[in-house]
Protein backbone atom coordinates (compact mmCIF):
# COMPACT_ATOMS: atom_id res chain seq x y z
CA UNK A 1 0.00 0.00 0.00
CA UNK A 2 1.43 3.38 -0.83
CA UNK A 3 1.21 6.63 1.53
CA UNK A 4 1.67 9.68 0.80
CA UNK A 5 3.53 12.00 3.53
CA UNK A 6 3.78 15.94 2.68
CA UNK A 7 3.66 18.81 3.90
CA UNK A 8 2.42 22.14 2.42
CA UNK A 9 3.58 25.47 2.89
CA UNK A 10 2.32 29.11 0.67
CA UNK A 11 5.05 30.73 -0.89
CA UNK A 12 5.95 33.82 -0.56
CA UNK A 13 8.55 34.82 -3.14
CA UNK A 14 9.56 34.04 -7.22
CA UNK A 15 13.35 32.91 -5.45
CA UNK A 16 12.90 29.53 -5.95
CA UNK A 17 12.30 29.79 -10.04
CA UNK A 18 16.07 29.65 -10.80
CA UNK A 19 16.28 26.29 -9.15
CA UNK A 20 13.17 24.17 -11.33
CA UNK A 21 14.37 20.85 -12.57
CA UNK A 22 10.76 20.24 -14.59
CA UNK A 23 7.49 21.52 -15.08
CA UNK A 24 4.13 20.23 -15.76
CA UNK A 25 0.78 21.24 -16.89
CA UNK A 26 -1.81 20.09 -15.30
CA UNK A 27 -6.17 19.54 -14.94
CA UNK A 28 -7.46 17.67 -12.40
CA UNK A 29 -10.85 16.99 -11.00
CA UNK A 30 -12.50 15.50 -8.17
CA UNK A 31 -15.40 12.39 -9.54
CA UNK A 32 -15.72 11.47 -5.24
CA UNK A 33 -15.00 13.65 -2.69
CA UNK A 34 -15.24 12.77 1.22
CA UNK A 35 -14.11 13.95 4.22
CA UNK A 36 -11.84 10.82 4.19
CA UNK A 37 -11.88 9.49 0.76
CA UNK A 38 -11.16 10.76 -2.78
CA UNK A 39 -11.67 9.80 -6.56
CA UNK A 40 -9.49 12.30 -8.64
CA UNK A 41 -8.52 12.25 -12.03
CA UNK A 42 -5.94 14.33 -13.50
CA UNK A 43 -4.19 15.06 -17.27
CA UNK A 44 -0.35 15.89 -17.43
CA UNK A 45 0.48 18.19 -20.46
CA UNK A 46 -2.75 17.44 -22.37
CA UNK A 47 -1.47 14.02 -22.94
CA UNK A 48 -1.49 11.82 -19.94
CA UNK A 49 -3.83 10.93 -17.03
CA UNK A 50 -3.84 9.59 -13.97
CA UNK A 51 -6.67 8.05 -11.97
CA UNK A 52 -5.92 8.53 -7.87
CA UNK A 53 -7.63 7.26 -4.60
CA UNK A 54 -6.77 8.72 -1.51
CA UNK A 55 -7.98 7.46 1.33
CA UNK A 56 -7.54 9.04 5.34
CA UNK A 57 -8.28 11.80 7.57
CA UNK A 58 -4.92 12.38 8.71
CA UNK A 59 -3.60 15.71 6.83
CA UNK A 60 0.23 14.57 7.17
CA UNK A 61 -0.45 10.61 6.11
CA UNK A 62 -2.86 9.01 4.02
CA UNK A 63 -3.27 5.75 1.87
CA UNK A 64 -2.78 6.58 -1.88
CA UNK A 65 -3.42 4.58 -5.06
CA UNK A 66 -2.55 6.06 -8.54
CA UNK A 67 -3.44 4.14 -12.24
CA UNK A 68 -2.82 5.30 -15.64
CA UNK A 69 -5.72 6.10 -17.80
CA UNK A 70 -6.25 6.63 -21.40
CA UNK A 71 -6.42 10.70 -21.97
CA UNK A 72 -9.59 10.34 -23.66
CA UNK A 73 -11.00 8.73 -20.89
CA UNK A 74 -9.86 11.19 -18.46
CA UNK A 75 -11.58 14.30 -20.78
CA UNK A 76 -15.13 12.46 -20.01
CA UNK A 77 -14.13 11.85 -16.37
CA UNK A 78 -13.41 15.61 -16.19
CA UNK A 79 -17.06 15.97 -17.48
CA UNK A 80 -18.55 14.07 -14.44
CA UNK A 81 -16.57 16.33 -11.64
CA UNK A 82 -17.86 17.93 -8.96
CA UNK A 83 -17.39 21.55 -9.10
CA UNK A 84 -14.27 22.87 -10.83
CA UNK A 85 -11.69 21.61 -13.12
CA UNK A 86 -8.55 22.83 -11.20
CA UNK A 87 -5.54 24.20 -13.63
CA UNK A 88 -1.98 24.74 -12.47
CA UNK A 89 1.35 24.33 -13.29
CA UNK A 90 3.85 22.33 -11.40
CA UNK A 91 7.17 23.08 -11.06
CA UNK A 92 10.13 20.97 -9.02
CA UNK A 93 13.07 21.94 -7.41
CA UNK A 94 15.49 20.10 -5.38
CA UNK A 95 16.60 21.91 -2.36
CA UNK A 96 18.80 19.73 0.25
CA UNK A 97 18.14 16.65 0.24
CA UNK A 98 14.44 16.58 -0.73
CA UNK A 99 12.38 17.27 -4.14
CA UNK A 100 9.91 20.50 -2.95
CA UNK A 101 6.48 20.46 -5.92
CA UNK A 102 5.37 24.06 -6.39
CA UNK A 103 1.55 24.36 -7.89
CA UNK A 104 0.99 27.65 -9.36
CA UNK A 105 -2.71 27.73 -10.31
CA UNK A 106 -4.48 29.56 -12.97
CA UNK A 107 -8.43 29.41 -13.30
CA UNK A 108 -10.68 30.40 -10.44
CA UNK A 109 -7.68 30.32 -8.47
CA UNK A 110 -4.80 32.31 -10.57
CA UNK A 111 -2.20 33.81 -8.32
CA UNK A 112 -2.48 30.95 -5.42
CA UNK A 113 1.00 29.24 -5.25
CA UNK A 114 1.77 26.41 -3.20
CA UNK A 115 4.75 24.17 -2.46
CA UNK A 116 4.72 20.89 -0.89
CA UNK A 117 7.30 18.54 -0.13
CA UNK A 118 6.44 14.55 0.20
CA UNK A 119 8.81 12.71 3.03
CA UNK A 120 9.60 9.27 3.43
CA UNK A 121 8.84 9.40 6.98
CA UNK A 122 6.68 11.73 9.37
CA UNK A 123 9.83 11.89 11.34
CA UNK A 124 11.91 13.48 8.37
CA UNK A 125 12.47 17.10 9.21
CA UNK A 126 13.39 18.89 5.35
CA UNK A 127 15.39 22.04 5.71
CA UNK A 128 13.05 25.09 4.58
CA UNK A 129 13.87 27.26 1.68
CA UNK A 130 13.80 30.73 2.32
CA UNK A 131 10.42 31.16 -0.32
CA UNK A 132 8.09 29.59 1.89
CA UNK A 133 5.23 31.35 3.82
CA UNK A 134 3.50 30.04 6.00
CA UNK A 135 2.64 26.28 6.63
CA UNK A 136 -0.81 25.18 5.57
CA UNK A 137 -0.56 21.04 6.12
CA UNK A 138 -3.90 20.51 7.64
CA UNK A 139 -5.34 23.42 6.46
CA UNK A 140 -8.52 22.14 4.87
CA UNK A 141 -9.11 25.46 2.89
CA UNK A 142 -6.02 24.92 0.80
CA UNK A 143 -6.74 21.18 -0.17
CA UNK A 144 -6.78 20.62 -3.95
CA UNK A 145 -10.10 18.59 -3.22
CA UNK A 146 -11.57 21.46 -1.39
CA UNK A 147 -10.53 24.13 -3.59
CA UNK A 148 -11.87 21.98 -6.45
CA UNK A 149 -15.58 20.84 -4.60
CA UNK A 150 -16.55 24.24 -3.06
CA UNK A 151 -17.18 27.49 -4.16
CA UNK A 152 -14.24 29.63 -5.72
CA UNK A 153 -12.58 31.29 -2.69
CA UNK A 154 -10.43 34.12 -4.23
CA UNK A 155 -9.33 35.80 -1.53
CA UNK A 156 -7.28 32.57 -0.80
CA UNK A 157 -4.99 33.38 -3.24
CA UNK A 158 -4.06 36.76 -1.45
CA UNK A 159 -3.73 35.06 2.05
CA UNK A 160 0.23 34.37 1.76
CA UNK A 161 1.81 35.54 5.47
CA UNK A 162 5.24 34.95 6.90
Not at 14 to 23: F, N, P
Not at 37 to 57: C, E, M, P, Y
Not at 106 to 135: F, H, K, T
Amino acid sequence: MAKEIERKFLVRSDDWQSAVTSETRMKQAYLVAGSDRSVRIRTRNDTTAQLTLKFGTNSLVRDEFEYPVPYADALEMMGQATGTVIEKTRYTVSYRGFIWEIDVFGGAYQGLVIAEVEMASENDNPPLPLWLGREVTGDSRYSNQVLATQRPRPELVHAISH
